[in-house]
Nanobody, 121 residues
Framework: QVQLVESGGGLVQPGGSLRLSCAAS????????MGWYRQTPGRERELVAT???????NYADSVKGRFTISKVYAKNTVYLQMNSLKPEDTAVYYC???????????????WGQGTQVTVSS
């Protein structure tokens, strides 16, 4: 069984910073990619940033230059450093992992439980 556990959300003023963490644990053979998505009420979940096993990164245009995704491979942990936060960044942020579980199909997708980020004065 695989779990993704997120932390680091909260309330921050516009222009402030937050760092989200997501740790993958359980019966994992290897991880293909990890990333962050976000969702607001009434809207579809959208990509924020992803990082592959070869450290290739991809960002939504709305966060480029402000957010940085990184990964500590030895810990199966991905981070999202969010700087210069704006009210429109307010959302529930979800961690995602595309990984190869032990004894299960390769390329299985997993989601974390979500963490709230609120940007408000």
């Amino acid at each position: 069984q695989v779990q993704l556990v997120e932390s680091g959300g909260g309330l921050v003023q516009p222009g402030g910073s937050l760092r989200l963490s997501c740790a993958a644990s359980g019966s994992i053979d290897s991880i293909n990619a990890m990333g962050w998505y976000r969702q607001t009420p009434g809207r579809e979940r959208e990509l924020v940033a992803t990082i592959t096993s070869t450290r290739r990164t991809n960002y939504a245009d709305s966060v480029k230059g402000r957010f940085t995704i990184s990964k500590v491979y030895a810990k199966n942990t991905v981070y999202l450093q969010m700087n210069s936060l704006k009210p429109e960044d307010t959302a529930v942020y979800y961690c995602n992992a595309d990984l190869n579980p032990l004894g299960a199909p390769r390329g299985t997708n997993y989601w974390g439980q979500g963490t709230q980020v609120t940007v408000s004065s």
